[in-house]
């Protein structure tokens, strides 16, 4: 019998005994970490580890967890939760197991022997003891859960074996476009299941931004000792620092990108990755002239007849041509047909007419999710899913369920615009139940509600930019294109977009907002073409927007802006070469931030003193300033730390493994590596930095 929810969660966390009784720890063991790994909605997750706490199987304890400013609540087993991962390891122990191999080997195991394989190919041992509880057909493999295989995989050999030898050996990406339904997701699947590298499946979503895919590759190779790319996203730090960590980390895996056609942020990135991985991405269209690809058409009519035969092997051979020849070539109708008579003409179509009310409005409801759903967003609706799995119409994947695109599209369609605006806003409103604000305001906006959308992002806005700067300001970009004109939000994108990295961007946003009537704006947009001037080269058009700023926040009595202008004048400062004004400047900026609680600020001014004391030969007064600072956490802890180990005299070669480890390839501490950007993170963002905002208007708030 499958291993309950509750159960699994016990065994994900019983993989994180050490951390039980330290001061800080991953994220896998809070709510969020637990959702992400074990596929489930939060909402879902927060349901069962109330169940547990209420049976004594799991404790709750308040943990700093990395790359994050605050304590947050964390999970471990009691004793009662230990006891139970032990009786079902021993239940695995005593079971037997097939295991697939990549090459198409099965072999019969007992599970001490099936668990060692796992852990062999790459699996921790919880990761392991996780699969084998999910089934007694495993997949020995180095990847992340996907979409099953169809066993057995029918045709496309001239294709599927191009495909295992660009996973196998090939470099940079290959593209595999084609109608819906046309089988790219099962060729795919097949693809990666059956070599032996690591490998890693990503469903994208229409717009979203390239950290969703980035932070999805750091959790794998964090998973596997290599944590160099987390603790970049981690500090928000998404330009070159991050993308070498890529290069140097991902040599060899996989990248498997489902629907890569409505993500366009997701080529550029990558491109950027070099050869060392591999990106497998499928699309309906090709995504440029330049890129390797594989197109897929319908099945011939022998392939046809062979997969209508492997699916249902009790049927005449008339009746089995006779469905080749409806489905004329398409996998997808031919998975749906097999369900029917075979007189059926339109196999999509009859499956639909055959719908009853209640199984209609849930799969209407089901098609407006771009990514997959989880039972829970169907919420009375349990019965409806089940009998939509069984017709085809709905397929259980990795993290719930997902509608296949050939149905989606043909759903859709016919909708009017009020009956697919309501389905939004109750997409919408599952998410913000569920406490995902990023799904909420994308619903949100396909629900022409683009001012709620706004006001939850501004909202949410300083929790979203440490891991997903990139999304918030694509989304705050939309919501403004699309009629939110209230003045907060345009500096709300402002903030997003100085995040990200887009400077360009931000200082045409910052020119826009300079002659607002809200004194409060005029000051973010001061301090925004401040920034953003210093990034792009720009020290003329930096010190008068500095200079004002700190007029502007003394006159209001704004600690905290006072402080950030003061050190953007101590940047200033030393770019050209007075190191003496910079220190005077980054003290009072210390103090201010101090003053104003913004602890993260005023240890980074702190940072740049020290660096101007260095320049001026004083360091003694530098070591005193950086020795407090290394013994803190996060990236301003760590800069103290190379710093300050090349004030003690260590070796170059030491300091660049120091700075190497924690993802800080642009330290002016250690040899910079050939062809990186030295600038970051005060440099555009390398690979996209957009103009949008021509032709929205500055709106005057009084």
């Known amino acids: 019998m499958p291993a309950t929810v509750g159960e699994r969660i016990l065994v994900h966390l019983s993989g994180f005994e050490r951390?039980?009784?330290e001061i800080d720890g991953p994220e896998d063991v809070t709510q969020g970490g637990i959702a992400r790994a074990l596929g489930l909605s939060r909402a879902h997750v927060a349901l069962e580890v109330n169940r547990l706490i209420a049976a004594r199987r799991?404790?709750?304890?308040?943990?700093h967890v990395r790359g994050s400013r605050h304590r947050r609540k964390a999970y471990f087993p009691s004793a009662a939760g230990y006891a139970r991962v032990a009786v079902l390891r021993d239940d695995v122990r005593r079971r037997r197991f097939t295991m697939m191999f990549p090459d198409g080997h099965r072999r019969d195991l007992g599970g001490p022997d099936a668990s060692a394989l796992l852990v062999g190919a790459g699996a921790r041992e919880h990761q392991a003891l996780l699969r084998l509880l999910d089934s007694d057909l495993v997949a020995v493999s180095g990847g992340s859960p996907g979409p099953a295989p169809p066993e057995p995989f029918v045709g496309r050999r001239e294709e599927r074996a191009r495909l295992l030898a660009f996973a196998r050996e090939g470099r940079g990406i290959l593209v595999i476009h084609g109608p819906a339904g046309i089988g790219k997701t099962a060729l795919a699947a097949s693809v990666a299941c059956s070599q032996p590298g690591p490998w890693i499946w990503h469903r994208a979503r229409r717009g979203e931004a390239r950290e969703e895919l980035l932070l999805r590759i750091a959790h794998h190779l964090d998973e596997r000792g290599r944590p160099?790319?987390?603790?970049?996203?981690?500090?928000?730090d998404l330009g070159t620092n991050s993308l070498e960590a890529l290069r140097r980390d991902a040599r060899g895996l996989l990248v498997v990108v489902d629907g890569a056609d409505a993500a366009p942020d997701l080529v550029p990135l990558a491109r950027a990755a070099g050869p060392s991985a591999r990106f497998l991405l499928l699309s309906t269209e090709p995504l440029g002239h330049d890129l390797d690809s594989v197109a897929l058409g319908p099945l011939s009519d022998a392939e046809g007849r062979s997969l209508v035969r492997a699916r249902r092997p009790d049927l005449p051979d008339r009746t089995v041509s006779e469905i080749a020849r409806v489905a004329a070539g398409n996998p997808g109708f031919l998975d749906l047909a097999v369900r029917l008579p075979a007189d059926s003409e339109d196999p999509l179509g009859t499956h639909l007419a055959e719908l009853e009310p209640r199984e209609r409005e849930a799969l209407r409801y089901a098609a407006v999710f771009e990514a997959p759903f989880a039972p829970e967003a169907l919420r009375g609706a349990y019965v409806p899913l089940r009998a939509l799995t069984r017709r085809g119409l709905v397929h259980p994947v990795p993290g719930g369920y997902a509608?296949?695109?050939?149905?989606?599209?043909h759903v859709l369609r016919p909708l009017d615009r009020g009956t697919r605006l309501a389905l939004h806003s109750r997409a919408a409103a599952y998410f913000a139940a569920d406490g995902e604000h990023v799904d909420e305001a994308v619903h949100l906006l396909q629900a022409d509600r683009a001012e709620e959308a706004a006001a939850r992002l501004s909202e949410v806005l300083p929790r979203l930019i440490p891991e997903r700067p990139h999304t918030a300001a694509d989304l705050l970009r939309e919501c403004l294109g699309s009629g939110a004109n209230d003045e907060r939000y345009r500096v709300a994108y402002l903030e997003a977009c100085q995040a990200a990295g887009l400077f360009v961007t931000a200082r045409r946003v910052a020119e826009g907002l300079q002659t607002s009537a809200s004194p409060r704006h005029r000051l973010a947009a001061l301090l925004g073409l401040g920034r953003s001037a210093i990034a792009l080269n720009d020290a003329g058009g930096a010190l008068p927007a500095f200079s004002e700023a700190r007029k502007l926040a003394a006159s209001m009595d704004d600690l905290a802006a006072e402080g950030r202008a003061c050190q953007g004048l101590g940047d200033l400062q030393l770019l050209a070469g007075n190191p003496h004004g910079a220190v005077e400047l980054f003290a009072k900026a210390s103090r201010l931030l101090t003053?104003?609680?913004?602890?993260a600020e005023a240890d980074a001014a702190r940072l740049e003193q020290a660096r101007a004391l260095v320049a001026m030969d004083d360091v003694p007064a530098a070591l005193a300033l950086l020795r407090p600072l290394g013994l803190g956490t996060g990236g301003c802890a760590t800069r103290a730390s190379v710093l300050l180990a090349r004030l003690e005299g260590r070796?170059?070669?030491?300091l660049r493994a120091l700075a190497a480890s924690h993802g800080l390839f642009d330290l002016e501490e250690v040899a910079v590596t050939p062809g990186l950007d030295p600038g970051l993170p005060t440099t555009p963002d390398p690979l996209r930095d957009p103009v949008p905002m021509e032709g929205i208007p500055s709106i005057r708030v009084q």
Do not use: F, M, Q
Request: include cysteine; charged fraction near 25%.
């Open 58 to 63: 799991l404790t709750l304890r308040l943990l």
């Open 19 to 21: 951390y039980a009784n």
């Open 403 to 409: 509608v296949p695109g050939i149905v989606r599209d």
């Open 651 to 654: 070796k170059p070669a030491e």
């Open 595 to 599: 003053a104003a609680h913004d602890r």
């Open 228 to 236: 160099v790319l987390l603790r970049c996203l981690s500090r928000g």
